[in-house]
């Protein structure tokens, strides 16, 4: 617990922490808060060297791994820069490559560091939405992510967790929640220190039961909405189920979406964490869940389910929910059967569209829904639906929609869109063989065949003057563009001056391609040309004669 110390010469506030529910994954480690500035000094943590540098448009953006002599990582992500040695390793191999992206292994011997020396500073790069600083801590051989919180790092927190509502799920055929095999939502009270359910959200029960609980936690500096620590769930005082966010792999950090109501999720945003396990479940956070958290109320009795939420500086929310177990009329509720199971590989072949689900890759058995409706507008194919938006997938399907009405010249630019809620066209990839288009993808939803026939847009973020042959870039310290895509998104650029490659960096979450003037760049006329070209081959050319 004394072996790290700070990141940042500030208090840590969190803007996210470990176990914080995302978009396909959960959250690996720390985003500290940086005065909502870029440039913040960021400092080794313990003794140990740079053992990976990785640069992307997306993700933890400019990022640093440090490898410390007990046997765990620091990761710090999202850096506008390096220190001068870091970057000097950096532009080197960025040279060497020829690329602004990079993903390269160092040995201890490369870039040694000692606790607290300056390794960078903080910044926005990669998918980051404001500036923070991304902080984890790894154990070295394995990679999984272990919470921060246990190797002492203090945040402020004398703040309960919020309990925001309880939902209550009837599983399978005949199960009933007040009569009816739809989840019922209640809202609690809060009153003088204690969440209270109202008489009006009695509850009568039969059959399989499953719950599930939507409450978050902040600290007491007034932070947004964070994850809870650990959630347990009790029935007569015994624990059914429960965990804690101690570590998880990344391996299995997709499986936050069957963790959480991911339909409703989907449908209205708001996030309920459930507190029964899917059949195909693998999240490594869960402690002694009984009969996978779900229980069978057969009886004619009262039975009181509590729930305990905590976050790590021990604050504690409690609601007690009584519920009726009363045997109802039983009606037809729900479906006979599942079409695919989701242990087993599955398939559905009709000849127009052929979709390939492997093992494990539903999260629970799916009474599979397929719909064939009119070629839309922009599209090459029927628009074929696949179950729905609101099901999710561990793993990708392999989809093939034969290409009847293709013509030859248009084959390497075909491509396979799903639709997406605002009715846009979003790009799943794929290829064109055998007379049809093949792609993956990890979701269900709506899907057609369309074609990418348009070059990548380049807008230069200069005033040009129309009638100079040659700019004058004597005072111009960056050369930014604007540069989007309609449809299959830009994959590669390259940028020379002369001729020679130049570093060229990509700000993908704001469209921006930009290159920064060095004293590589001598006094005198010199060619600058940009190549952009999209995932389907689409290339887009911008040159200009300058003089520095």
């Not at 246990?150 to 309880?166: A, C």
Request: glycine share 8%.
């Amino acid at each position: 617990r004394d072996y790290f110390g700070s990141p940042v010469n500030i208090p840590i506030t969190l803007a996210g922490n470990f176990g914080e529910i995302r978009p396909n994954h959960l959250h690996a480690g720390f985003d500290i808060r940086t005065n909502n500035k870029e440039g913040l000094p960021v400092y080794a943590v313990a003794d140990g060297y740079v053992s990976r540098i990785r640069i992307s448009p997306v993700g933890y953006g400019k990022a640093l791994y440090i490898t410390h002599p007990n046997g765990y990582v620091s990761v710090y992500g999202h850096l506008r820069g390096f220190n001068t040695a870091i970057q000097a390793k950096t532009t080197t191999i960025q040279t060497m490559l020829q690329s602004f992206e990079m993903d390269t292994l160092l040995n201890r011997e490369s870039l040694p560091v000692k606790k607290g020396e300056l390794i960078g500073f903080s910044g926005n790069t990669g998918s980051s939405q404001a500036p923070h600083l991304h902080f984890e801590i790894r154990e070295e051989l394995s990679e999984i992510p272990i919470n921060p919180y246990y190797f002492g790092y203090q945040v402020k927190d004398e703040v309960k967790p919020v309990i925001v509502s309880i939902a209550v799920y009837p599983i399978g055929i005949g199960a009933q929640v007040n009569g009816k095999n739809k989840v019922k939502k209640i809202v609690p009270r809060y009153e003088k220190g204690k969440y209270i359910i109202s008489k009006a959200d009695s509850l009568f029960v039969d059959g399989t039961i499953g719950f599930g609980i939507n409450c978050f936690d902040k600290e007491s500096s007034g932070s947004g909405t964070n994850n809870v620590f650990s959630i347990e769930m009790q029935s007569g005082g015994k624990r059914i189920y429960y965990y804690e966010m101690e570590k998880f792999s990344f391996d299995n950090a997709r499986y936050v979406n069957t963790h959480i109501d991911y339909a409703e999720k989907q449908r209205s945003k708001q996030v309920i964490q459930k507190c029964f396990l899917s059949e195909n479940n693998q999240l490594e956070i869960y402690r002694g869940v009984q009969q996978q958290g779900i229980i069978n109320f057969n009886d004619d009795a009262d039975h009181w389910i509590t729930f305990i939420v905590k976050d790590y500086a021990g604050n504690t929310a409690e609601l007690a929910l009584k519920v009726r177990s009363k045997p109802l009329k039983k009606g037809f509720c729900g479906t006979t059967d599942a079409t695919f199971d989701c242990l087993k590989e599955n398939s559905f072949v009709n000849g127009e569209i052929d979709v390939f689900i492997p093992p494990m890759a539903l999260y629970d058995d799916l009474a599979f829904v397929y719909k064939k409706a009119p070629q839309l507008k922009g599209t090459l194919s029927p628009l074929y639906y696949l179950s729905n938006e609101t099901v999710a997938l561990q793993k990708a399907m392999i989809i093939k929609i034969k290409a009847a009405a293709l013509p030859v010249f248009l084959q390497e630019k075909a491509c396979i869109i799903s639709i997406n809620k605002k009715g846009g066209f979003e790009y799943e990839g794929g290829v064109f063989t055998n007379g049809s288009v093949l792609t993956e993808s990890k979701h269900f939803g709506k899907f057609a065949i369309a074609v990418d026939t348009v070059a990548p847009r380049l807008i230069p973020l200069i005033i040009l003057s129309k009638t100079d042959s040659i700019a004058d870039f004597k005072n111009l310290k960056v050369l930014k563009f604007k540069a989007t895509d309609n449809l299959s998104g830009i994959k590669k650029y390259r940028a020379t001056i002369d001729g020679k490659w130049v570093l060229c960096e990509y700000d993908l979450k704001n469209d921006l391609l930009f290159y920064t003037f060095d004293s590589m760049v001598k006094t005198g006329t010199h060619l600058f040309k940009l190549d952009v070209t999209d995932d389907k081959g689409n290339k887009k050319e911008w040159k200009i004669m300058f003089k520095r």
